[in-house]
């Protein structure tokens, strides 16, 4: 699991690339899950995968990416690194993946599973299931506001619908197999459906709980990825740190929050997995001053005093890695202010927030610290979707 500060920072971005090539050629990894939607995230699938895309681009294929905040994935880093993929798969026999694991794409969601049982199985039960399942969703516009509020106001809502789709798909899966991984992109849409279906509903009631369905969905994609290519398969993961980091070593534990990178660590043995925070001192960084506004490029402020990356820069203001391998590491396991930067940001703010309380010791298992950062460098999307 390789995290990140900031979903703005070109070096996160950088080094999470040459770590998962290195992981590639050297070690065996096969599959990538990333922070984004499944629907986007297959498009790059299909193109480093060579399944049809003809003589599109890199950074054409990221043109998929258009649901905000776009930046995210569609940046020149990511193009590069898609570019490396794209290369490698042509030379080699096992063939690795991009999937998206996020939760956000209901609708696109929705429309991929009746699409294809359209076109794969006609006449069938789940094609009945899939339609009945969208209709629900119809009279909401493709607003996931608009539904989660209606769903906290009244009993009639589509949780029958999508868990029925979603079981019956996963009954009849060994239909819908192929060269072309259409039973996963088939099975994982549904399941983004009924989890979707599920993370809108909490919105309106709990932030807490609303967490905690979404990481739960993306630890069941990741899981449903690996048993798709088999258990053997090795997978990286690209998350913020607030996602791989062990919710448990932070004050997420507090509010009953937990998070991908501790269900992962309670659903497996600790040596079969590993987490890389990283951070930074200061610098710059892409992000929005609110939801769905446009981003920008911002400074980002020297680290609070006596946070962890005012403390790693005090000791030499250059880059370095720790790595927490033995029980000589008490001094990175007491309770500090460790900085985290959303797609949302307001610099003049951060001394009143942006600090999360963490024990980084037992929160990662290493960590990567760029003294100095710099913005990503997006791609410009035609269309995007708020």
């Known amino acids: ?50 399944y049809g895309h003809g003589g599109k681009t890199a950074r054409e294929v990221l043109q998929a990416f258009t649901r905000w905040p776009t930046w995210m994935w569609a940046n020149e880093e990511i193009a590069e690194f898609i570019d490396w ?36 199985n006609p006449a069938g039960a789940d094609l009945e299931l899939a339609k009945k399942a969208f209709s629900c969703f119809e009279p ?9 509020i209606s769903s906290a106001n009244f009993s009639t809502v589509c949780v029958d619908e999508v ?50 369905i979404r990481d739960e969905h993306m630890v069941e994609a990741i899981n449903e990825v690996r048993d ?40 497996n043995r600790p040596e079969d997995v590993f987490a890389v925070g990283f ?37 030499g203001a250059h880059n370095k890695y720790l790595l927490f391998d033995s029980g000589n590491f008490t001094s990175f396991d007491r309770w500090t202010g460790h900085r985290a930067i959303g797609v949302v940001y307001n610099p003049e703010h951060e001394a009143h927030g942006n600090y999360v309380p963490s024990r980084i010791a037992s929160r990662y298992d290493a960590f990567v610290f760029i003294d100095r950062t710099k913005a990503l460098l997006p791609l410009e999307i035609k269309n995007p979707v708020l």
């Open 1 to 50: 699991m390789l995290g990140e500060a900031s979903h703005g920072t070109s070096e996160f971005y950088t080094i999470r690339a040459e770590l998962s090539k290195r992981l590639i050629q050297e070690k065996g990894f096969s599959l990538i899950a990333v922070e984004g939607d499944w629907p986007s995230s297959r498009q790059v699938n299909r193109f480093i995968k060579g």
């Open 85 to 120: 993929l794209k290369l490698h798969n042509e030379h080699s026999e096992i063939k690795t993946g991009f999937y998206g694991i996020d939760i956000y794409s209901l609708w696109e969601s929705m429309d991929e599973v009746v699409h294809y049982l359209t076109h794969t």
């Open 140 to 148: 909401f516009n493709r607003e996931p506001e608009g539904y989660a």
């Open 163 to 212: 868990s029925k789709l979603l079981a019956s798909i996963r009954a009849n899966e060994e239909h819908y197999r192929d060269e072309q991984e259409n039973g996963l992109n088939l099975e994982i849409n549904a399941l983004v459906t009924k989890n979707a279906e599920d993370y809108y509903r909490a919105m309106v009631k709990s932030g807490e709980i609303s967490w905690n």
């Open 228 to 267: 798709y290519h088999g258990q053997d398969a090795k997978i990286i993961i690209w998350e913020h740190n607030t996602h791989i980091g062990d919710a448990r070593a932070t004050d997420m534990r507090n509010d009953g929050m937990l998070n991908v990178g501790q269900v992962l660590r309670e659903q």
């Open 279 to 315: 951070g930074s001192y200061d610098g710059t960084v892409i992000a929005s001053q609110a939801w769905g506004v446009p981003y920008e490029v911002m400074a980002v402020p020297p680290a609070r005093v006596n946070s962890w990356e005012e403390i790693l820069h005090r000791t």
